[in-house]
């Protein structure tokens, strides 16, 4: 025999050994936390793992956790949550999965996943209207409870797959926000398992540094198995409008651009009037909700405020869940629409005292028309919030972008990787508004990760950044919770 050979060989057999001594460990471990149900653990290297139980939503920034679980308890995160930390594994809960950058899958190799899927209760108190939501209900399943409930409602964005526990942890922005406030205003107090397996509350009079921190920054600190929310009664009659505006001249849709944003920015403009500008290649929509009655919306003239347009839809509106249906069919046209793609996308805040100006607009315009995106489509969405939004302190909450009025999300979609061409052309569009519009912030929608970002967490939390990495050291000191651009311990 050549024992020469074996000799090459063993370093490699014992790795092997080694490595398959590993997942026979977390597996066993695993399965131990969820009361050895198989159906509730899988591991990478099972059958079809990426497929079925990864499910990773941004293909441009692949992701292989080391195992995924679906808990049905709180009782049963926490012993996963003990189990990951005693194999030293990071771990990241995912609730409907749609981060940019796959961060609910731990955003880079090797965390230990944790699919809310299964938490899905509900109750509601009808005396003082506040509902219990397990945080593994998506938006669209949520409006229907609360619907059947008491015709009740919580502002959220308008896809109906985005799930509870990332959307209110994060922000939740969405069509009734300028009234009431994001999803995460709506949380009065939450059901946290911690990095050392215990499950404590999260409320003004119990931890109310960690629900500071889980209202804007969640994922960084816990993971929520349950809300209480606040509530509001549906709203009635509303008016969903759209306006669609044909190719025209670079100047004509600039000046489109220019008369919605003096629109949107006036400091009296009812807070009942919701409103989105998307350009495309080519045209722009100018599109959203006024809640109130026809009259009222006709008041605000937006025929003749956006002339030129080349299509142009008006419905009234008495039914909320068919509000919500329409919502959920425009949402279908854009990355919300739960279908994985490779795709990119960045994003900027404009305050009051940072609108674009004129000359900045034009130039915007002429970037659109003359770069090279390599991307098989792209479009840039104006969203306006504000209103209810910035009644809330800077330093109330982990969410400190409350002098926000409008964002800017611009977004391409391709075939296969992005490329640098694609990634050129959108760090364009935010180089060109930024050199030309003064005193514009750094601040990025944490919804809207990027992970290309230069220094993201002051991006994401801005002043509240050292409360948080405060807190962090002392719920999270080891980082059990990571993901690339998480809250760090001070």
Same mark, same amino acid.
């Given at each position: ?43 990478? @290297?099972?059958? &079809?793992?990426?497929? *079925?139980?990864?499910? +990773?939503?941004?293909? =441009?920034?692949?992701?292989?956790? #080391? ?41 880079s190799n090797g965390a230990i996943n944790i699919n809310l899927q299964n938490m899905k209760s509900f ?28 015709n009740r409602a919580i502002a959220h964005g308008t896809s109906p797959q985005i799930g509870v526990g ?14 009431? @406030?994001?999803? &995460?205003?709506?949380? *009065?107090?939450?059901? +946290?398992?911690?990095? =050392?397996?215990?499950?404590?509350? #999260? ?120 509000? *919500? ?110 050199e030309n519009t003064p005193g514009l912030g750094d601040g990025v929608y944490p919804g809207y990760v ?41």
């Open positions: 025999m050549d024992f020469s050979i074996l000799r090459l060989l063993s370093p490699l057999l014992f790795f092997l050994a080694a490595t398959a001594a590993a997942s026979t460990s977390v597996r066993q471990c695993l399965l131990s936390a969820v009361q050895n149900d198989p159906t509730l653990v899988a591991l990478n @290297g099972d059958l &079809l793992y990426q497929t *079925l139980d990864v499910k +990773v939503y941004n293909l =441009n920034w692949p992701v292989i956790p #080391a195992a995924v679980t679906f808990p049905k308890s709180s009782q049963q995160v926490a012993a996963i949550v003990r189990c990951a930390a005693s194999l030293n594994y990071k771990v990241q809960a995912k609730s409907g999965g749609h981060s940019y950058g796959n961060y609910g899958l731990g955003g109750s509601m108190d009808t005396t003082t209207w506040q509902a219990t939501v397990g945080s593994g209900m998506l938006n669209g399943e949520l409006d229907a409870y609360l619907h059947n409930a008491g990332g959307h209110a942890t994060i922000g939740g922005l969405g069509p009734t926000a300028r009234q009431y @406030g994001m999803e &995460l205003d709506h949380v *009065l107090s939450a059901e +946290v398992v911690l990095a =050392n397996g215990s499950i404590v509350q #999260a409320s003004p009079t119990e931890n109310p540094d960690l629900l500071f921190a889980i209202k804007g920054a969640g994922a960084s600190f816990g993971i929520v198995t349950k809300f209480v929310f606040r509530t509001e009664p549906e709203p009635g009659q509303a008016v969903q409008y759209s306006f669609t505006f044909g190719i025209g001249s670079t100047s004509s849709r600039a000046n489109l651009f220019k008369q919605w944003q003096s629109f949107i920015t006036q400091p009296d403009l009812t807070r009942k009037f919701a409103s989105i500008c998307t350009i495309l290649d080519g045209s722009m929509v100018i599109s959203g909700t006024y809640f109130g009655s026809k009259s009222e919306y006709d008041a605000l003239g937006l025929d003749t405020q956006f002339p030129g347009m080349t299509n142009s839809t008006v419905i009234v509106i008495s039914d909320w869940l068919g509000l *919500l249906a329409q919502w959920a069919q425009q949402a279908l046209l854009d990355i919300g629409g739960g279908i994985p793609a490779d795709f990119y996308a960045r994003c900027l805040s404009f305050e009051e005292k940072t609108p674009i100006p004129a000359s900045g607009v034009d130039k915007l315009f002429e970037y659109l028309d003359s770069a090279t995106t390599g991307a098989l489509i792209w479009f840039v969405i104006f969203d306006l919030e504000g209103g209810a939004i910035n009644d809330v302190p800077i330093n109330a909450t982990g969410y400190a972008h409350r002098d926000t009025v409008f964002w800017m999300q611009s977004y391409a979609i391709t075939l296969g990787s992005v490329s640098q061409t694609t990634y050129d052309f959108l760090d364009g569009i935010n180089q060109v508004i930024r990027d992970p290309r970002l230069q220094n993201p967490r002051h991006a994401y939390w801005g002043s509240n950044l050292p409360e948080l990495e405060r807190i962090k050291t002392l719920y999270d000191p080891e980082d059990v919770f990571h993901n690339p651009q998480g809250v760090l311990p001070a």
